[in-house]
Every structure is written in C-alpha cells, then in structure tokens.
C-alpha cells in the first residue's frame, strides 16, 4: 500500500512512518511549521529518510498546487492526515492561524481525495473535542458540541468535514481522538517533556492549578497500534478514542517523574489556564472491539522510556 502521512516530521507522524515502512511506502509531507525548531523535526526524520520506500515533500497542506503534485506523482492509496496546528493555549492567542491550518488545510487535502479518487481517509482528532464532560469515560456516542479552545474547535470541524465527504463522495472515513500522548521525540511544549528538561536542570516547574487536573496520558507505541489497525480496518465512517483509559493526576505524574529522574520537583504554583479541560478519559471499548486495540504500556515504564530517550541526547 502507498501511503500519504502529513505533519510526518512531527512527534507521532515521524514514528508512524517507521513503523509503516515495514510493510508500505510512505510519501510523508511536512512544512516544518515553526512552532517548534525545524532541527528537532529533521532529526524526528533520520529513521526514515533514506529508506527506499520513503519519500519526503516539504510542502504546506493549504498550498492546492503542492498536494495535487503529490497524487500526480504518486499512486496513493491511503491518507494519514496528522498535520496541524497543536496546543490548546496557543490556540487562544491565533484562532485565525489554527482555523486557516487544521480546517481549510483539511478541505484541501479532502478535495484531493475526492479530485484523485483517494478512497481511504484517516484524520487525527483530539479528546479535546469533549470539553469539560461531566460523563466520564468519555465515550465517542458523547455530546461534544460544546468545545472550549478554539483547537478543539478546529478538530470537530474537523471530524464534521470528513463525514461530508464519507457521505458525499464514499470516502472511508476513520476519525482518531488521541488522548495525550507522550513518549520519546514528545513535543518539547508538553508537560512531560518540559516538566522532565526542568526537573532535570533544577528549575522550577509551572504547575496550574492545585495539581488535581487529570490526563489520559497514551504512550505512543500504543498510538501506534490503534493507527495501524485503523489503516488495516478503514471502512465507512467511524470515530475511535485511542487512549489508555488509565487517568493520572496531574500531581501524580509529577510524583512518578521525580522517581524516573532520580530528583525533586520545584513547584511554582500557577493559576488555571482558559481553554484547560478538568479532565480527560477515554472510554476505549469500542476501539478494543472493532480496532483490537489493546493499550499495554504503563506511565511508569512509559516515563522511563522517556527519560532514557531524552538522556541519550533526545
């Protein structure tokens, strides 16, 4: 199968393609967004960048000429789209970037599936498209008309574009809302990895709120596995949650660091940030029944791992 993954330079998409270069090729698109340093991407790449079967484009999801070369010049079979602008708080400073990116970026890479007959479509959602729940687990059958960041905002827009399409234009349509994932080559704006780099040199450590908020962290070979069989299974239009369904206090993980690293966090308490959810916890039974998704790592191997990473020069 040739396979077309954008944002492949980023944290999951550089994985993803090693892991599916070992059965398909790969054209992986990316523009280096400068959200965070290009060099960091370019070393995401090394593991994939001079496989045979590895093409990369640097290009922009919103450039209409650079994504129909892309599918003049190769017979894809399937999308991954991963590409976007991240992060709930930045979001809030540049709704206009973050709706110019992960929506109309999105309706041009759809309308290359339509004007290409690309009839297999995996988009990356987010569980911030559930807001503050007061149902938890969060399960896909949910209410989640009522997002609170404008990412969140973007990423059920998101969903809603590619049911258009699935109805429009018989598009399989499989929509993942990943639940915080972590592991090596993490975004360096995430908690994780920046709690860890500032624990590790001493610094203080902004902690918002009284430490109560809690995250489904996923590492990311278990994103791994529910991408790959949602690629493997890609029929009609289904939405999955992929997380661990495991939640973790915010005051817990930084407990669990401190023990990965060997050291003590400082804590300079902060006030709660707008856009931040209160929680997030992924009702993960009907990925386990239609996906055989079946997360295994723990938070206490899955920061060690991490740190191993980041110390080996990550």
Known sequence: ????????????????????????????????????????????????????????????????????EIFIKHPIDLIVHLAAKAGVRPSIEDPVGYQDVNVNGLVVLLEAAKKFNIKKFIFASSSSVYGNNDKVPFAETDFVDEPISPYAATKKAGELLCHTYHHLYQIDMTCLRFFTVYGPRQRPDLAIHKFAR??????????YGDGSMMRDFTYIDDILQGIVASIDRCCGYELYNLGESIPVRLDELIGHLEIALGKKAIIDRQPLQPGDVRRTFADISKAKEKLDYHPKTDIKFGLNAFVDWMRQGG
């Open 1 to 68: 199968m040739n396979i077309l993954i954008t944002g492949v330079a980023g944290f999951i998409g550089s994985h993803l393609s090693e892991r599916l270069l070992e059965n398909h090729r790969v054209v992986g698109l990316d523009n280096f967004d400068p959200f965070y340093d290009q060099a960091i991407k370019q070393k995401n790449l090394a593991g994939s960048l001079f496989k045979d079967r590895f093409t990369f484009i640097e290009g922009d999801i919103r450039d209409i000429s650079c994504v129909d």
């Open 198 to 207: 500032m624990i590790e040199s001493g610094k203080k450590i902004p902690v």
